[in-house]
């Protein structure tokens, strides 16, 4: 696998994931889109969900391992287009090359933005070519064990999807991976943790599990709050504080990088031109197991 992946390709076999790995070499110049599009975000409910507004601060303590936060990103400083990283400098991006399936081109000057307190990827098409982007919101900072908690919500956009990865800091897919959230802009989501070692140079496939995962449905229209708890023993995914699945069978044990992807969907579909749409994050946060545990 070469260091760095910009492409993420899957097959369809029973949780079984093909991968491209590219080189991340700079940002390379792409056509730009004239304008943008106004964003309505929508309103936020009331105070049933009002706690999950809310980023969280400080330490906290879950299943008897203590986290320290080493992000917590609530996207307070505004970003035009082509503005991300001179707001943010110690975020990166992929930039002038194929997204997973290869239809899409990753072009954040064209694709995200911060506004209103949100991280937004504006998801559409120049001509007949769609743009696309991801943004690593801790750089490349990275830590064995984790647990790293998201709220965000999309538009239904036929040919997108987004999801947010643990990703090998040294490039290598067999080291693992980790998705969650994950799934198509117009369909459910569903949470997977690769087992490391299993990448079989035949099929260039890793083996994920769980191998049937719990699917959420009902779309990602709504705000939501997505957790990863990575361990030692275990990977743990939340979805609103409530507990998803436990996976213990594929724990990676290297460090990893948060990745934030929003890219056109992997099966051969084509994407249409005229589909447009956002996926608006609000908060990131990022822990690493304290070194002092109670």
């Known amino acids: 696998m070469q260091h760095e992946p910009g492409a993420r390709h899957r097959t369809t076999t029973r949780r079984s ?78 930039s002038g090359m194929r997204d997973t399936s290869g239809k899409g081109l990753y072009s954040p000057d064209q694709v995200v933005s911060v506004h209103d307190s949100v991280l937004d990827f504006h998801l559409r098409s120049n001509g007949s070519q769609p743009l696309v982007a991801t943004v690593l919101p801790a750089g490349y900072r990275a830590y064995t064990h984790q647990r790293v908690s998201i709220r965000y919500r999309a538009d239904e956009v036929p040919g997108y999807k987004f999801v947010m990865i643990l990703w090998p800091l040294s490039g290598d897919w067999n080291e693992g991976e980790i998705d969650w959230p994950e799934g198509d802009l117009t369909g459910d989501v569903r949470p997977v943790s690769a087992i490391p070692g299993s990448y079989d140079p035949t099929t260039e496939a890793m083996t994920f599990l769980p191998e049937d995962p719990t699917v959420v449905s009902g779309g990602q229209t709504d705000w939501h709050v997505a957790t990863v708890e990575w361990t030692a023993d275990s990977v743990r995914f939340y979805w609103d504080d409530e507990l998803l699945e436990t996976v213990t069978g594929a724990v990676p044990t290297t460090p990893m990088r948060v990745t934030l992807q929003a890219e056109t969907i992997i099966h051969d579909a084509e994407v249409p031109a005229d589909a447009s749409g956002h996926v608006l994050v609000d908060w990131v946060v990022a822990y690493r197991k304290s070194r002092v545990q109670s």
Not at 45 to 61: F, K, Q, S
Not at 80 to 90: D, H, K, N, Q, T
């Open 17 to 94: 994931f093909l991968r491209r790995g590219v080189t991340i070499a700079g940002i390379t110049g792409v056509a730009v889109v004239a304008g943008t599009t106004a964003v309505v975000l929508p309103t936020r409910a009331g105070d049933g969900v009002a706690r999950a507004e809310r980023m969280p601060t400080g330490a906290l303590e879950s299943e008897g391992t203590r986290w320290v936060p080493y992000l917590a990103q609530d996207f307070d400083l505004d970003a035009a287009l082509g503005e991300l990283l001179a707001v943010y400098p110690r975020m990166a991006e992929y």
